[in-house]
């Protein structure tokens, strides 16, 4: 089955990139059954969408961070990733990769996240 | 687009039923059959409970169920064991062609 594994910079400082990574096994990122998307949750906070990708390189992402955000695949690795840029304390959370299933109807599985603080 | 209404908490005794509420628009709610539940333990990711309104992934428990009408979705989970005590999301696509999450709900069992 398929799992995910975020990984990258626990702390990054304000106004510099945020860059993640999420690696996916037991599975094919270019499979086509699955959207793979990028979710995040502020320290005591609920869950936010943040954008996903298909493995064409097909993005879509939360309005509110579009200006900031990019997504991208490189399916020779099986790993997708999140950049975004100009980051403020706002953007301290945990980020989780999750798999999009059922044709766009839900999150499964999700990867344990990796919390990122955006601190001087 | 702004997050789904959910009710901040909710609780019941071991044995009991309780119903989570999640009300949206006809924009993603009442628009699509792309409702799901998510189950999270602190420190937790979040675990996947209902889809498409009101099936369940294999693994979890029949006590849980999930309905809609109009754009309010709706949780219910039956027989309520103290494993259940979490916070609570609901999720649902838009016609924005992005998605939405609940403001959460945080389950007590007493």
């Known amino acids: 089955q398929v799992q995910l594994q975020e990984s990258g910079p626990g702390l990054v400082k304000p106004s510099q990139t945020l860059s993640l990574t999420c690696t996916v096994s037991?599975?094919?990122?270019?499979?086509?059954?699955?959207?793979w998307s990028w979710i995040r949750q502020h320290p005591g906070k609920g869950l936010e969408w943040i954008g996903y990708?298909?493995?064409?390189?097909?993005?879509f992402y939360n309005p509110s961070l579009k200006s900031r955000l990019s997504i991208s695949v490189d399916t020779s690795k099986n790993q997708f990733s999140l950049n975004l840029n100009s980051v403020t304390a706002a953007d301290t959370a945990v980020y989780y990769c999750a798999t999009v299933g059922g044709g766009g109807g839900w999150f499964d599985p999700w990867g344990q996240g990796t919390l990122v603080t955006v601190s001087s | 687009q702004s997050a789904l209404t959910q009710p901040a908490s909710v609780s019941g005794s071991p044995g009991q039923s309780i119903t989570i509420s999640c009300t949206g628009t006809?924009?993603?709610?009442?628009?699509?059959?792309?409702v799901s539940w998510y189950q999270q333990h602190p420190g937790k990711a979040p675990r996947l409970m209902i889809y498409d309104v009101s099936d369940r992934p294999s693994g979890v428990s029949n006590r849980f169920s999930g309905s809609k009408s109009g754009n309010t979705a709706s949780l219910t989970i039956s027989g309520l064991q103290a494993e259940d005590e979490a916070d609570y999301y609901c999720?649902?696509?838009?016609?924005?062609?992005?998605?939405?999450f609940g403001t959460g709900t945080k389950v007590t069992v007493l």
């Open positions: 990708i298909y493995y064409s390189g097909s993005t």
């Open positions: 006809r924009s993603d709610i009442g628009a699509f059959k792309y």
């Open positions: 037991g599975g094919s990122i270019s499979s086509g059954n699955y959207y």
């Open positions: 999720s649902s696509y838009t016609s924005s062609l992005n998605y939405v």
